[in-house]
């Protein structure tokens, strides 16, 4: 399942670049393993839709029946437009309006992921004024470290999300003050690009002692929520296009102690949609520097602002040349005015020159979710590659 270039080469024709393009047959691949994987163990996997919320991926995936895991109110009604089911929608967010929980109670959703003693107590009231229980998870804070770039860790004290250990008490007397919730899981999310698998085994074993807590006061959990943050190959996509999901779930198995009947939700972003896209741009100018030679490509940080916001890596190729004769170096850059809009650094390519169609490789998770139109640019267009 490697890059079709000729197919690429062809819609260069078609469509003006920059654009995605969103490999429909590497993401069922991905689709069905994950569901393979996931299915061993009876573990239910939700979609993260801010990984990218594409209609057409969207409703590919809820084809799966996967749930949802929104951040915000309009990932809800977006997940159930395009077949989410709301029994199987979770919304987390340090942050969540008036509004928002009003389309989390309106939709009944499975759950709400609460992050600080006063979002229980205005869900509680929001609840209340609509006659509705709703059922919530505590996002709760295990300080365990993701070992990932420190914009994307989320699982330390020092971060904003989730409920810390020393508010629990506090958190039990809310609940009991609280008629219209119902507490019903435990969530946890320790940051995003993981590759370092050990970090899910710590979550694991802080898990079981946080579960321990609960138990000894008498409180019945029916699910737990580990959260994402699966890693991708950014480096070689394509030997390994689909990430290993048993090897993923096989920790879980091993280091979390369920209790009876206890169910466990994951909710997995990158990895199920960050290998299966790909941004399509062309070579506008060569410029040669006095220590580097400046490849301009038409696309920016306005169509993929990782490199710019987390120094991250993403593999970049000169599909117009063979790659055997690669022996040159360039930094790719985009046309922003703004230093950081740099795709990579001496990057090794074949010679190439203006006209040539570049991809950056592995860019369907966080890459046209955070597209924006700074310096008035067009968002651009996705083409669907079927298989
Ligand atoms: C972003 C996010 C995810 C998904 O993260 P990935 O790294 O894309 O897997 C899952 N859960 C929560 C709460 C998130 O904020």
């Known amino acids: ?6 197919y690429i080469l062809q819609k260069v024709e078609q469509y003006p670049t920059p654009f995605y393009l969103y490999r429909m047959d590497l993401l069922t691949a991905t689709l069905d393993a994950c569901k393979n994987a996931a299915d061993k163990y009876n573990y239910k996997v939700h979609y993260a839709l801010k990984a990218n919320s594409d209609s057409h991926v ?20 977006t997940a159930i437009e395009n077949g989410f089911s709301p029994n199987h929608t979770a919304f987390a967010g340090v942050g969540k309006t008036d509004e928002e929980i009003n389309i989390g109670l309106d939709t009944e959703i499975f759950t709400f992921n609460c992050e600080s003693i006063q ?27 993701a070992n ?11 971060n904003k999300f989730g409920i810390n250990r020393w508010e629990f008490e506090t958190i039990l007397k809310t609940l009991e003050q609280c008629q219209n919730i119902k507490l019903t899981g435990l969530h946890f999310h320790i940051g995003s690009q993981i590759v370092d698998l050990s970090a899910y085994r710590s979550l694991c074993l802080r898990v079981n002692e946080i579960q321990q807590w609960f138990i000894e006061h008498r409180i019945l959990l029916e699910h737990i929520n580990v959260g994402g943050g699966l890693g991708i190959d950014y480096y070689q996509p394509d030997l390994n296009p689909i990430v290993d999901f048993e090897g993923f779930f096989a920790i879980f198995n091993d280091f979390l102690e369920l209790q009876p009947h206890q169910e466990l939700h994951f909710e997995l972003g990158r990895a199920l949609v960050g290998t299966m896209g790909e941004l399509i741009t062309k070579v506008l100018y060569i410029k040669n520097g006095q220590r580097t030679n400046f490849a301009i490509v038409d696309a920016g940080m306005t169509e993929l602002i990782r490199p710019a916001l987390y ?10 040349k063979s790659t055997h004769n690669a022996d ?17 650094k001496r990057v090794k390519l074949p010679q190439t020159e203006r006209g040539d169609i570049v991809a950056i490789r592995c860019a369907g998770a966080y890459g046209q979710v955070m597209a924006n139109q700074y310096n008035l640019r067009k968002i651009p267009e996705v083409v669907y590659y079927e298989g």
């Open 148 to 158: 990932t770039h420190k914009y994307i860790t989320t699982g330390l004290e020092e």
């Open 119 to 145: 979002e229980i107590e205005v869900i509680n009231e929001l609840a209340e004024k609509k006659g509705k229980i709703a059922r919530i998870a505590l996002r709760i804070n295990p300080n365990v470290n």
């Open 311 to 320: 120094q991250a890596y993403h593999k970049i190729e000169n599909i117009s």
């Open 58 to 77: 969207l409703s590919t995936i809820s084809s799966y029946g996967f749930g949802a895991d929104c951040v915000s109110g309009q990932e809800i009604l």
């Open 328 to 344: 040159e170096f360039y930094d790719v850059v985009g046309p922003i005015c703004e230093s950081s809009d740099c795709f990579g």
């Open 1 to 6: 399942m490697e890059l079709n270039r000729d």
